[in-house]
């Protein structure tokens, strides 16, 4: 089967542009989340969402970032008015679910953004 | 939360056995230690996770010492294919949200030498 999906692999863009990053979650997972990467760093967590429930934003760097996700299926990352500080690798993970439980995370290969 | 400490880079032989430590010296009793790890431009992947006792699965051993302040995963026969970041994480399930999302930290560079 199909593990978790991220486009574009790649995206360059310049200060100031808006873009979106999709990501399509293993069928059938409630839980996602958004990690962000800097280069030779380790991921920080940005939002995570499970089911219905309200998403937890807490991890989300300033009000430029905003995700949605729509039922249990595709979410998209948005980053408003891009800046320099912005270029890393965003990381996509679902897990069937996480409330109270091991379930192990499965992560796509990541966006890499780069803002010129 | 309760944080982990893990050796910036190790070095292994291919065939080899590797122990990767792990101190976590404030674990709290219902802290869970998962270990994942990222190979060069992918995503973590799962490897093993426990909570008192020793675990083995296809991919590695988790030896978890009696006290808990500290772990070590064990891959049996190091291969090329094993060069990784590795992450000693603990998740801690009690929490309504934080224990749901995994608190990743530096991790151990593993170098594999053929």
């Known amino acids: 089967g199909a593990g978790v999906s991220q486009s574009p692999s790649n995206k360059v863009t310049e200060k100031g542009k808006d873009v979106e990053l999709r990501c399509d979650p293993i069928?059938?997972?409630?839980?996602l989340y958004w990690y962000r990467q800097r280069l030779g760093q380790g991921l920080e967590f940005l939002i995570y969402?499970?089911?219905?429930?309200?998403?937890?934003k807490s991890g989300l760097p300033s009000d430029r970032f905003s995700a949605e996700r729509t039922g249990e299926s595709v979410s998209t990352l948005t980053i408003q008015r891009t800046q320099q500080e912005d270029s890393a690798v965003y990381l996509c993970a679902s897990s069937k679910r996480t409330h109270r439980t091991n379930e192990k995370l499965f992560f796509g290969s990541g966006t890499q953004l780069s803002v010129l | 939360d309760a944080k982990t400490t893990q050796p910036n880079s190790m070095e292994s032989n291919e065939e080899e056995p590797v122990h990767l430590p792990c101190n976590h010296s404030t674990i709290s009793g219902t802290d869970y230690i998962h270990w994942y790890r990222q190979l060069p431009s992918q995503g973590p992947e799962y490897v093993i996770h426990g909570l008192t006792s020793n675990v083995n699965n296809r991919m590695a051993s988790l030896a978890i010492a009696e006290d808990r302040k500290s772990s070590t995963l064990i891959l049996h026969r190091a291969t090329l294919r094993d060069a990784a970041v590795y992450y000693c994480?603990?998740?801690?399930?009690?929490?309504?949200?934080?224990?749901?999302?995994?608190?990743f930290g530096e991790g151990t560079q593993l170098t594999v030498n053929p």
């Open positions: 994480i603990l998740r801690d399930l009690r929490r309504e949200t934080s224990g749901s999302r995994l608190t």
């Open positions: 969402f499970q089911g219905n429930s309200a998403p937890d």
């Open positions: 069928s059938g997972h409630t839980a």
